[in-house]
């Protein structure tokens, strides 16, 4: 067990590295970034003046560690625009993000499941097929489209505008949470019907446990498995499509300010943004795997 | 068809009684109905074996008794009677109270009858609590029911998650289980049949002790009358829905009335194969071979010796069978001949050149020469494939020209006994035998010298197997080639074998000619072996006759 928390920490920290380095690189590769800095116009001594300002002037290896030194001080950089640390940007940026995520992922959680289970349960029955057409939709869907028409509709008929920071998050949060309601719905389905018609099943009848308790005790521990894994991986969808939801509903989030950092060229902002990304999406696997200990006794085992 | 009443002189009124029992079977099953007016009896403290292969019905009457049929498989007539009563209608929130309390049941797989999140002792403590029994009372049950079940050390194996316990650890926790609130009437499905024979024979004997100590009655369906002989106090056998003879287990096992009877027990004790020629150099042979299996990552490395100083010789038309338990390294034997594994040490030798160290072409045209039939015919074949190209697609891949590889796989599919427009069909159109049989003829489209069978019968009926066996034999007659034949089944080793080996633990702890080996086991596990076999009995009667 230690051996499996250790390799799992290893593992996190070597992908955080490597994102890290990627990067630092392609973000150099991207093109000069002091050349994208000054106008059009400018002589080359200005550029030269900003390389030296920013130490671009530096081999790229001394330009990668002093980088990546920064970075464990907790240095992220500047914004160049505004000149304020870019992390203090975030941070402000931060609360709406996690407002707007966190709701869209309950709502999927707390949606998705359990019409999923309830597709299984009933499998086969108008219930099951609504179920199913539903989360083909949900998946399928676009969510700037979907945002855009909600927000059109809201408009058009109530006369009431869905979007701007002071706006009920339910509306942006269902835009975003969508896609991943109908990937949970499907895969309970199919998770729970898996474990419904699993021996342990059907010994637990002979036995005389009532339907609701198998259901609740042994097919949901079991159900919940694959399906922690499916909710880890979806927070990096839940991440892209924030970029996207709250621009269409103008909400002042992380996404929002990454739009308008790229749109600016405000590199320490964007390098800055992409990191902490990436560094969610590490985490979340992290969190999956040691998650596992706890629901799967076979993984503990090892 | 025998009277089903025949054997029916038990003293006592009958605990269970099952009166013209009729179950449907709608849609496209192969006959309207899974059970057809099946009657039988089991007294209290009796066993009662009843007999069938798969699709027998022998399954539905079990699940039928404890009301789990599904809305699938209606009972359309007769009744149920337990202790008198009649039973509730299939699925009755009445059978709660009947479940484990009077009647339990227990399955094929006892490992997945458990649920692998929760502990031994979680799930059976929830069967007491269901059932009402106050909390305090119930850890002590528990423990109480391990312990008679010959577990050793139940306080841990309560805390034990399923994964954890060994099969037969896994099959007497089930039965524990069973046991918890002292039911009348065990209904086991198929209990040893996942089991390695030895310890299929422990299981056996705790069952045949729990019936005498707790005056248990047993329902116990399976399809080796090997089984029977060891427990059945009566036996009932099953042909597709319809009961074809009853009567006490030692009028049936002695002198089986219906000719259905007679191939089922003819399977436990098969005729020994006349030999085959005798090639004395050997094809395929092998020299101290050694594999071993290394895994995890840093902190948790393993190594796991699985093939351990391993040397045999098989000679052209001759079959070698390997017999061992799960685990014992007899399918990794066969995986390095194959050259599918890196050998750590040791030489293979394909008519006296080394083959261990063969890499691409030379390696590429060895495999023609060594081809393999594996355990489970419905994974060995692409479903999106038709049988024609699956057979032909080797010999295409070894350059015969495509036109002639197929008229090969046409003339193949009749060899093994498949009518010759079924090549363009799909594998799922094909029944396990059936598609066994293209699993041969596609290791046979190579015109191999080796074949190498590994478990290549586990998975059929006996009687299905029987044919498999014969096809096998009538082939190599035919062509000349050398057979492997990996089983963890005795009766099949004796039927298809010129010579033994038995492997244990990663080694060849015996080898010899099948009839000596049988005869005159010499090493401890190969008589414990032997020993365990269940049917033991019949096996003598019919060397005997």
New interface residues.
Partial sequence: MTGYILSRVLRAALTMLVTVTLVFLFIRLSGDPAAALVPPDAPQEVIDQYARAMGLDQPLWQQYLGYVGGLLQGNFGFSIHTGIAVEETFLGRLPFTLHLGITALALAIFIGIPIGALAAIRRGTALDRFVMGFSVFAFAMPNFLFGLVMILVAALAFSAFLGGENANVIWPALTLGLAAMGSFARFTRSSVLETINAPYMRAAEARGVPFGMRLLRHAAPNAAIPLVTLIGLSLGALVAGSVVTEQVFAWPGVGQLLVRSVATRDLAQVQFLVLVVAFTMVMANLIVDMLYLVIDPRIRAK | MSEPHRGESAPRAPLLSIEDLTVALPGDGDRPEAVSGISFAIAPGETLCLVGESGSGKSVVGQAV?G?LPHALPVTGGCIRFAGAEMPPQRDRA???????QI????Q?AG???????TIGGQLA??LA??GIPKPDRRPRVLEVLRDVALPEPERIARS?P??LSGGQAQRA?IA??LLLKPDLLIADEPTTALDVTTQAEILALIARLKVEHELAVLFVTHDFGVVAEIADRVAVMQEGVLVEAGMAEDVLQAPQHPYTRKLIAAVNPTPRTLGQHGDTPILDATDVNLIYRS?????RKALHAVKDVSLEIAAGRTVAVVGESGSGKSSLARCLLRLEEIDSGSIRFKGQEISTLTGAPLRQLRQSIQVVLQDPFSALNPRQTILSAIAEGPIIHGMAPADARQKAAELIELVGLSAQSGGRYPQEFSGGQRQRICIARALALEPEVLIADEAVSALDVSIQAQILDLFADLQRRFGFAILFITHDLAVARAIADDILVMKSAEIVEHGPADRVFAAPAHPYTQALLAAAPGLDLFRRGSAA
């Fill in positions: 404890l789990m059978f709660g109270t009947i479940r484990s309390a339990a049941m227990i399955f797989d997945a009858s458990l649920n692998p999140v929760r929830e069967i269901v059932h998650y994964h954890q089930v289980a069973a995890g990552f840093l902190g948790n």
